[in-house]
C-alpha cells in the first residue's frame, strides 16, 4: 500500500484549505482512514478519521473546522480545513488502517502512511 498526500501550502489565519491523500491498491474501501498531523517538536497527534461506512470522528482541536471525507472511487480521502488557525501549522500525514472498523487515535494503530504535506498557517 502506497499513499501520495498533497495540497498543503502556506495560508493565512481564516482561510481555508483542503489536503488530500491518494491510496494505492485495491483495499482502499475496506480501511480506517486517518489524518494526523506533526508540528516540528511535537508528537504525531491525532486529527480526524473517517471509517468504511463514512462515520467520522475528529479531535477537539479541529471539531467544527474541519471534514474528512472519503472517494471510494478515485481511493482518496481529503481533510477539509477552514477557519485555520496559526496553531494548525503542521506536517499532516494521511494512514491506513485494517479491520476491525474503529475510531483509532493513536497513531500506532496505523499500517501505512504517506510521506506528509506541510500546512502553514500565518497570523
Known amino acids: 500500500v502506497q499513499l501520495q498526500a498533497s495540497g498543503g501550502g502556506l495560508v493565512q489565519a481564516g482561510d481555508s484549505l483542503i489536503v488530500s491523500c491518494i491510496v494505492s491498491g485495491s483495499t482502499f474501501s475496506s480501511f480506517v482512514m486517518g489524518w494526523f498531523r506533526q508540528a516540528p517538536g511535537k508528537e504525531r497527534e491525532f486529527v480526524a478519521c473517517?471509517?468504511?461506512?463514512?462515520?467520522?470522528y475528529y479531535a477537539d482541536s479541529v471539531k467544527g473546522r474541519f471534514t474528512i471525507s472519503r472517494d471510494n472511487t478515485d481511493n482518496t480521502v481529503y481533510l477539509q480545513m477552514n477557519s485555520l488557525k496559526p496553531e494548525d501549522t503542521a506536517v499532516y500525514y494521511c494512514?491506513?488502517?485494517?479491520?476491525?472498523?474503529?475510531?483509532?487515535?493513536?497513531?500506532?494503530?496505523?499500517?501505512?502512511w504517506g510521506q506528509g504535506t506541510l500546512v502553514t498557517v500565518s497570523s
Open positions: 494512514g491506513t488502517r485494517m479491520a476491525p472498523q474503529h475510531y483509532y487515535q493513536n497513531y500506532t494503530s496505523y499500517d501505512n
Open positions: 473517517i471509517l468504511s461506512s463514512n462515520s467520522t
